[in-house]
């Protein structure tokens, strides 16, 4: 069994969701928004972020992680913004010792749902018929267990996996 955490990046709202990989099992662990409040200085928003983001993987104790690439859209400044909490989305796995997954949104959308253009709607529906039972925390926690379903498909979870029964056998 492989745990994955997925991320999907934002300075006001941090999605994350864990899943376990066993094979081609994928099972819900946790997920969850890490939050800041707007009415704070950037630091001092990136610092609640990376506190935030530090106790989830200090509770569930994932061993592979993804983040979802940023959107670049025509506010240079949004952007540069989310660019920082992205900081933050690599920065904490990389902390913990984790290699570190990154993948394009359509990417993402066309291994959870089958199209790349999919809305968020489509997304967290497809995550559900995919773990069965899972209560989402919100659309940014949906789009991070999407993250982490990718992941696990796309040889990050599945990878890891085969090294390590190589390396125990």
């Known amino acids: 069994m492989i745990r994955v955490i997925g991320i999907d990046p934002g300075l006001r709202n941090m999605g994350w969701g864990v899943i376990d990989v066993t094979g081609s099992r994928l099972s819900h662990v946790a997920n969850g928004i890490c939050h800041s409040d707007a009415g704070q200085d950037l630091a001092m928003r990136l610092l609640a972020l990376h506190g935030q983001l530090t106790r989830v993987f200090a509770t569930y104790r994932p061993q592979t992680a993804a983040v979802e690439h940023t959107f670049v859209n025509k506010d240079g400044a949004g952007t540069l913004k989310l660019g920082q909490a992205r900081g933050i989305a690599l920065l904490v796995p990389a902390q913990m010792g984790l290699a570190v997954g990154e993948y394009a949104p359509n990417n993402v959308k066309k291994t959870v749902v089958g ?8 997304v967290a529906h497809m995550v559900r018929m995919q773990l069965p039972g899972v209560d989402i925390a919100g659309p940014d926690a949906a789009d991070a267990l999407a993250v982490a379903i990718c ?11 085969t090294a390590i029964a190589r390396a125990s056998a």
């Open 115 to 122: 199209v790349g253009h999919a809305d968020k709607g489509q």
């Open 151 to 161: 992941h696990a498909h796309h040889g990050g979870a599945s990878t890891l996996a």
